[in-house]
């Protein structure tokens, strides 16, 4: 499909999942989020990007001696994350509207980058990667967390066949881990399955060159 028509489907299905994001995601999501962000070992001035940051949901876990910046497709998310931002009072939180498959980002400008539940909800996961290992310096950490195919067999066809279905609510049930680090060269340091279920995995790479 068409890369413009992919970038509005998605801004059009979180302009609709905005309002009721939080009351219909938070829980289910919960676990996960704190155990990503520690993945992160936040360090006193380290620089961290936040891909497809959507409403904000981690923001509490970040502390405030980091300096974060959060991009999202989506305004309408953003606008959500904007409001957090105000409530918590957390001065060190830059957001950008941007697409995270070609960032407005220098080369190796980020300590570390993290995207939580995002890299299965983009039309090009591959290149929103690339661009996550471009902005982020050598030896730097990626964490990501979303829900990947299983390698349970009976499990992974479940999900190969409710495919087409989620692709049209906005995310991929059969994303395969494993081919994608590969085609992005990333390897993984920690994969731990978190949430309801152990349904999605916590996966945390080194930027090695
Ligand atoms: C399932 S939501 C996850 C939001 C948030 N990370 C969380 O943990 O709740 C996926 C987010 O990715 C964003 N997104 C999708 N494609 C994107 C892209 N190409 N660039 C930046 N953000 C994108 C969506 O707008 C949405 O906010």
Redesign the pocket.
């Known amino acids: 499909m068409d890369a413009a028509l992919e ?1 509005r489907q ?2 059009r299905a ?1 302009e609709l ?1 905005a309002p009721v ?1 939080d009351f219909i ?1 938070d829980w289910i ?1 919960a676990p996960g ?1 704190a155990a990503a962000v520690r993945q992160l070992d936040l360090q006193r001035g380290d620089s961290v990007l ?6 904000g ?2 923001l509490p876990f970040y502390p405030p001696t980091c300096r974060l910046t959060g ?4 305004a309408e ?1 953003l606008d959500k994350a904007v409001e957090r931002v105000q409530t918590l009072a957390m001065p060190n939180v830059t957001l950008k509207v ?4 070609s960032m407005d980002f220098a080369d190796d400008e980020f300590d570390k980058a993290v ?4 890299i299965s ?4 996961p591959v290149a ?1 990667l690339r661009e996550m290992r471009r902005v982020v310096k050598p030896d730097g950490v990626i964490v990501i ?1 979303s829900h990947f195919r299983s390698v349970r067999r009976v499990m992974g066809r479940l999900e190969d066949l409710v495919a087409p279905l989620c692709t049209r609510l ?2 991929k049930s059969n994303l395969a881990l494993t081919p994608l680090l590969a085609e992005v060269s990333l390897e993984p340091e920690l994969v731990a399955k978190v949430n309801m279920f152990n349904g999605w995995r916590l996966v945390k790479c080194v930027n090695r060159t």
């Open positions: 970038k998605v801004e979180y999942y994001y995601f999501f989020r936040e891909v497809g940051i959507g409403t949901l981690n991009v999202d497709l989506s998310m941007m697409d995270a498959t995207a939580t539940y995002t909800a983009v039309p090009d929103v967390l906005g995310w």
